[in-house]
């Protein structure tokens, strides 16, 4: 099923690294240290769903160099400091096509943390159009998300977004596309299938040859 293709795909690139690692632990000293991920901690920022929507007030965050800065607003050092890691299936997605075949088209993708706690979400979410299978790449025009932390309060909502390009020949169209969250080490949970909307609530279809993600933000991106 399409909804376990993103974890297929990691564990595969798991079993690669594992096998390095391995023949690292063997006796070769040339190359046999890794990449690793940024286990540092980071400042986070809170998305509180009783304040409402962005134009209400709600925190922006910006990432710059692995660390959110924002501000979180009253009582949100608490939840930040207690909350886990949202699960994918507590939080409830939605899709918006946006400006099909024009410029700036883009796939608006809004979480909402519908559990009862406070969680948070990092970096930006793994990302499968269609069919392919190829989990899409952060987008080199944001800042690195890192290891920061956004924290999404029961009812709140966090932002990403792809960003499509049609130029060349080799062109796929869908509406279809699946989702999965990463945490800290950049490992993606389980995907979760979801189909693209337009403005007025019909399924949409894009069309793409590439395309690239946006970092978790409590703004939408390219709100234009």
């Known amino acids: 099923m399409r909804t376990n293709r993103i974890r297929a795909t990691v564990l595969a690139t798991a079993a690669t690294a594992l096998a390095l690692s391995l023949t690292a632990c063997g006796g070769s000293d040339s190359g046999s240290d890794g990449a690793k991920a940024d286990s540092g901690k980071s400042a986070g920022t809170t998305v509180d769903g009783s304040k409402g929507s962005q134009d209400s007030g709600e925190a922006s965050a910006e990432t710059s160099g692995g660390t959110v800065q924002a501000d979180s607003g009253q009582g949100s050092g608490a ?95 869908s509406s279809q596309l699946s989702l999965a969250l990463r945490d800290q080490s950049g490992d993606s949970g389980p995907g979760y299938d979801n189909e693209a909307f337009d403005g007025k609530g019909a399924p949409s279809e894009f069309t793409w040859d590439t395309a690239e993600v946006t970092n978790w933000n409590t703004a939408k991106p390219y709100d234009f």
Request: with cysteine; proline share 6%; aromatic share 6%.
């Open 79 to 173: 939840a930040a400091a207690t909350a886990q890691p949202c699960k994918g299936d507590e939080m409830s997605y939605s899709v918006l096509h946006r400006f099909p075949a024009e410029q700036g088209e883009h796939l608006l993708i809004t979480a909402v943390n519908a559990g009862t706690k406070p969680c948070w979400v990092t970096s930006y979410p793994s990302v499968m159009l269609g069919d392919t299978t190829d989990v899409l790449p952060h987008t080199s025009k944001d800042a690195d998300g890192g290891t920061a932390k956004v924290t999404v309060k029961p009812g709140g909502k966090v932002y990403s977004a792809v960003a499509l390009f049609a130029d060349g020949d080799q062109t796929h169209t």
